[in-house]
């Protein structure tokens, strides 16, 4: 059973630093990355694994947030930094199994960034 399990969220003021991690088990990923969800809005994608080995991020948070994962592609980190109201968001974790299409979601956690 694949399981995507986000910690870390939480309540920051503008200006914080705040760390969310995401463990994945169940399966073999090939891939993972991290989505958000602000009130009232679409999910939008933030930060990803690439092809050739480099993250990809969302001009909302390029310079700021720093996404990595370990080589098993077990566990991914997301290092916010310079956090703005604009950032409050669910955060959620995704990751895609090797050989599948499609990504798994994890529950989301929330971070909420006060003015």
């Known amino acids: 059973q694949v399981q995507l399990v986000e910690s870390g969220g939480g309540l920051v003021q503008a200006g914080g630093s705040l760390n969310v991690s995401c463990t994945a088990s169940?399966?073999?990923?090939?891939?993972m990355g991290w989505y958000r969800q602000s009130p009232g809005k679409q999910r939008e994608l933030i930060a990803l694994d690439t092809v050739n080995g480099a993250a990809y991020y969302d001009d909302s948070v390029k310079g700021r947030f720093t996404f990595s994962t370990d080589k098993a592609k077990t566990t991914a980190y997301l290092l916010m930094a310079d956090l703005k109201p604009e950032d409050t968001a669910i955060y959620y974790c995704?990751?895609?199994?090797?050989?599948?299409?499609?990504?798994?979601w994890g529950q989301g956690t929330q971070v909420t960034v006060s003015s």
């Open positions: 169940g399966s073999v990923f090939g891939a």
């Open positions: 995704v990751a895609s199994e090797v050989g599948k299409l499609g990504w798994k």
